[in-house]
C-alpha cells in the first residue's frame, strides 16, 4: 500500500459487536484499499477492546449495516500516520494501530426475535436490591423468563450484585456491567421489560434512580417499577392482575400492550377509574372483552371512582390483593379529564405492588432514536 492511497478517502465510520445501535459503538476514522477497509484505532484504549477481540464487527454508514471480518491489527507506519493526520481533527496516540476488515457481508436491521423476558436492573445498592425477590415472583406470575443485569461504572458493584444474585439462586447473561447511559436502549433491543426499584432512598452515586422515567420517556413497550412499599412477597397477593384504564379516547390501546402478558395463568380484571361526578359510560366491559379476545385470558371488570385517580386505584387493588398493576401511559391528555397517564409515576410510588407502565410507542420510535445515538466528532481511536 503507498501513501496516496489514504489522501481523499479518510470517512468516519460506526463501528459495533451487534447488528443493532446499542450506545457502546465507537466512531472511528477509516479508509478503504481494494475490498479491505482499514480502521485507525489506538488498540490500548480501554473502550475499543470488544471490537478488537470480535471476530466480526458491524460498520453502521449512510448506506446501512454491513458486517465485516476481522483481519487483526498491524502497526501503523510512520507515513501513514503523517497523511492521516492531515485529514483528521483531534491529537494521535502514539500506540495507533490498523484494525483491517474484509468480506463485508450486507447486515440487516431487525426487530428482536427473542421471546419477551424481564431483566431485573441492579446497581450494587440495597435500594436497587429490593427489586429481587418481586421479580423472580413476577417472571413466575407472567410466565416470562428473567435474567439480571448490573447498571454501573464501578468494578466493585459488579462483584456486589453477582454475589446478590447468587444469593437468590440467579445469574446475570452479561459478563459485564451495563453503563447506565444504554440501560434503556439494550434492554428494548433484547425485547426485555425492566423491572426496577424506584422512589424510596437511593444513596449517593446510585445508578438507577430515575430508570423508570427514562424507559417511559424512550417509549419502551413496558416497564415495571417496584415501589417502596411492594417489595414484600406477592404469593399472599391471590388476586387477579389489575390493569387500570380511564375514559380518554387512547384506553383501547392498553390492548395492544399486554403482549406479553399472554402466557400468565392469572386472570385479570380491567379497572376503569374516574371522577366522583363523572357521568361518562366505563369504558371497561369493552377493554375486558379486547383483552380476552386477543389473549385468549379470563378477564373480569369493575368501575370505580374517587377524588383522586391513584387513592382509587389503591384501594381497588388492595381490596382485590392484585400482585401487580397496570398503567398505560400514552402521551396524549386531554383536558378536563380524569386520566391515568399523568399519574402513571405516582402509582409506582403509592401502590403495595409492583407497577408495569405500559406505552402507547412500542419499538419503532425508539428504534429511531437509537440510530442518532453515537453520534461524535471524528476522532482518532
Known amino acids: 500500500m503507498t501513501a496516496g492511497t489514504i489522501i481523499g478517502e479518510t470517512e468516519a465510520i460506526l463501528v459495533g459487536t451487534e447488528p443493532t445501535i446499542i450506545g457502546t459503538e465507537r466512531l472511528l476514522a477509516a479508509f478503504r484499499v481494494a475490498d479491505e477497509l482499514h480502521v485507525i484505532v489506538e488498540q490500548d484504549r480501554p473502550s475499543n477492546a470488544d471490537v478488537l477481540a470480535a471476530t466480526h464487527v458491524y ?6 449495516i454491513t458486517r465485516w471480518t476481522s483481519k487483526g491489527l498491524r502497526p501503523l507506519a510512520d507515513h501513514e500516520r503523517t497523511i492521516f493526520a492531515e485529514s ?16 463485508p457481508e450486507p447486515a440487516a ?17 440495597d435500594r436497587a436490591a429490593e427489586a429481587i425477590n418481586p421479580a423472580i415472583e413476577l417472571a413466575e406470575l407472567c410466565g416470562l423468563p428473567l435474567t439480571a443485569w448490573a447498571v454501573s461504572s464501578d468494578p ?3 462483584d456486589m450484585v453477582n454475589t446478590r444474585l447468587a444469593a437468590a439462586g440467579l445469574q446475570s447473561d452479561r459478563d459485564r456491567p451495563v453503563p447506565r447511559s444504554t440501560v ?17 432512598r437511593w444513596r449517593v452515586g446510585a445508578q438507577l434512580h430515575g430508570t423508570i422515567t427514562d424507559q417511559i420517556h424512550d417509549g419502551v413497550p413496558a416497564a415495571i417499577g417496584v415501589g417502596p412499599d411492594a417489595g414484600g412477597c406477592l404469593a399472599s397477593r391471590s ?15 392498553v390492548v395492544e400492550a399486554l403482549g406479553w402478558l399472554a402466557g400468565t395463568d392469572r386472570p385479570l380484571v ?4 374516574d371522577g366522583p361526578d363523572s357521568t361518562e359510560p366505563s369504558t371497561a366491559p369493552a377493554i375486558a372483552e379486547l383483552i380476552a379476545q386477543r389473549y385468549g385470558l379470563v378477564v373480569t371488570h369493575e368501575s370505580v371512582r374517587g377524588n383522586h385517580s391513584v387513592d382509587a386505584l389503591s384501594d381497588t387493588v388492595e381490596r382485590l390483593r392484585s400482585p401487580l398493576a397496570i398503567v398505560h401511559s400514552s402521551h396524549r391528555p386531554q383536558g378536563g379529564k380524569s386520566l391515568l397517564a399523568s399519574v402513571a409515576l405516582m402509582t409506582v410510588a403509592r401502590l403495595r405492588c409492583p407497577v408495569a407502565i405500559t406505552t402507547g410507542t412500542g419499538l419503532d420510535p425508539w428504534r429511531s432514536k437509537a440510530r442518532r445515538s453515537g453520534s461524535a466528532a471524528t476522532s482518532p481511536g
Open 109 to 125: 436491521l431487525s426487530e428482536p426475535t427473542s421471546a419477551p423476558r424481564l431483566v431485573l436492573l441492579l446497581d450494587g445498592t
Open 156 to 158: 466493585n458493584h459488579w
Open 270 to 273: 380491567v379497572i376503569h377509574v
Open 59 to 64: 460498520v453502521h454508514d449512510d448506506t446501512g
Open 88 to 103: 483528521v481533527t483531534g491529537a494521535l496516540g502514539d500506540h495507533l494501530s490498523l484494525f483491517r476488515l474484509c468480506d
Open 239 to 253: 388476586g387477579p392482575i389489575a390493569v387500570a384504564v380511564d375514559g380518554s379516547a387512547h384506553a383501547t390501546e
Open 184 to 200: 434503556v436502549s439494550q434492554v428494548a433491543i433484547q425485547n426485555g421489560i425492566g423491572v426496577v426499584a424506584a422512589f424510596g
